[in-house]
């Protein structure tokens, strides 16, 4: 009697974890495909707070946190002034298109508050999008143009043209992965 309890629990731990494995892959986002990759950078406040949310997305591949839109060269987070936290995202057009991909970046921002978002305040937390493409800019400023027609206020993320993105130091990267515990209350806690 104990064998066959021991192995109808054993074979009931392994369809569990098969199940929950399964269940855990059915939620990946799906990644780019080796085919053609295209990158879109935004500045959403906290690049931690903007790299969560766009990984989440079907075709997003590893979001990266930087800098972008200052003079000074290779910025650090102890020293970026003129910069703003941006994040550049490799994504697949052929999944996700970049008018997707801004519409849904405008929609987890405060596009109305240009003095930084939620808890973070000052120039470096301000908003943005930097286009790579005069498509892009398009597609950017058509997604700004919905937004101010949905809101019926004037939406203060400006469209830049990228000049360099700088790639912020190792500890910020998939932050929110990392040290989930105090992201969340981070995120939280505004």
């Given at each position: ?19 929950g494995a399964t269940s855990l892959a059915a939620q990946q986002p799906e990644q780019p495909g080796k085919g053609r990759t295209e990158t879109a950078v935004f500045a959403g406040g906290c690049f931690w707070c903007v790299e969560a949310d766009l990984e989440k997305l079907d075709g997003v591949g590893d979001v990266v946190s930087g ?124």
């Amino acid at each position: 009697m104990n064998l066959l309890r021991s192995t109808i629990t054993a074979i009931t731990g392994v369809l569990a974890l098969a199940a929950g494995a399964t269940s855990l892959a059915a939620q990946q986002p799906e990644q780019p495909g080796k085919g053609r990759t295209e990158t879109a950078v935004f500045a959403g406040g906290c690049f931690w707070c903007v790299e969560a949310d766009l990984e989440k997305l079907d075709g997003v591949g590893d979001v990266v946190s930087g800098y972008s839109g200052g003079d000074l060269q290779n910025p650090t987070y102890e020293n970026h002034e003129g910069h703003i936290e941006v994040v550049e995202a490799p994504f697949d057009p052929d999944i996700i298109s970049y008018r997707e991909l801004t519409d849904y970046f405008l929609r987890h921002i405060d596009v109305l508050d240009d003095g930084g978002q939620f808890c973070d305040r000052g120039y470096t937390y301000t908003t943005a999008i930097f286009y790579n493409s005069e498509d892009q800019r398009k597609d950017a400023e058509a997604a700004i143009s919905a937004a101010e027609a949905e809101l019926g206020k004037a939406v203060v993320t400006p469209v830049r043209a990228l000049d360099k993105f700088w790639i912020a130091e190792g500890y910020h990267q998939d932050y929110y992965k990392r040290n989930k515990l105090r992201y969340r209350y981070y995120r939280t806690s505004c």
